[in-house]
């Protein structure tokens, strides 16, 4: 049982470029989230989802789209990435219909865009 | 202001040492309270929810004052292995429902 994982753990872009962050996740859970974390900044979120071909947004979804084709699986596109994007993701998902549920993360994926 | 605030610190306290850490957040209709443990380039991990009457879980204490909108939590005999960032979360209600994160305290405990 691996819990949350995500692929790939470092990356380093060029302005422009873009990427997709792969989340997966084992235990069944409904609500996945794609945060990002910045320094002297709380976690923030950038998208998430209810369910298997939902998605939403979140409180900083510019720039980055989503998507939930398979239940276990939650993808974060960078489609041109910019200096802003620089930063650490975070993957989460909880098993409950509410965000006060237990979230568990993944290892984070840290991202650095020249 | 920022939704959820926390001295950043860091706290270098000794090992054996009682440690309490305070948060205050801004949304007074928020519900639900936790703390999460974050150590250094981990990823967040659930610590404990706060209830409204206050809860223990072994050397953790964590308190509640709707009053005055903040939220404590209290480390009793602390191990070198409580060294870590404490993230004040809280749930804000509204259009978006969603966690709110604070930036953290960083507690160093000293052999």
């Known amino acids: 049982n691996a819990g949350v994982t995500q692929t790939p753990k470092f990356r380093v872009l060029k302005t422009g470029q873009s990427m997709t962050l792969l989340c997966a996740q084992d235990m069944n859970h409904e609500y996945m989230y794609w945060y990002r974390q910045d320094p002297g900044m709380g976690l923030r979120l950038i998208h998430y989802s209810v369910g298997e071909g939902t998605t939403a947004k979140g409180e900083v979804p510019d720039g980055y789209n989503v998507s939930r084709l398979k239940k276990q699986n939650f993808l974060l596109g960078l489609e041109s990435a910019a200096p802003s994007q620089t930063s650490v993701y975070f993957c989460a998902s909880s098993g409950g219909t509410s965000v006060t549920d237990t979230q568990y993360f993944g290892p984070g994926t840290r991202l650095t865009v020249l | 202001r920022k939704e959820v605030e926390q001295d950043p610190g860091p706290f270098n306290v000794p090992e054996g040492a009682t440690v309490a850490f305070n948060c205050t957040y801004s949304?007074?209709?928020?519900?639900?309270f936790f703390w999460y443990r974050q150590d250094c380039r981990k990823e967040p991990k659930l610590l404990m929810s706060v209830y409204s009457s206050g809860n223990e879980d072994g050397r953790f204490t964590a308190q509640l004052n709707r009053a005055s909108q903040y939220i404590s939590l209290l480390i009793r005999d602390s191990k070198l292995s409580d060294s870590a960032t404490y993230l004040c979360v809280v749930t804000s209600p509204g259009a978006l429902e969603k966690l709110t994160f604070g930036t953290g305290t960083r507690l160093t405990i000293i052999p």
């Open positions: 949304n007074s209709a928020s519900q639900s």
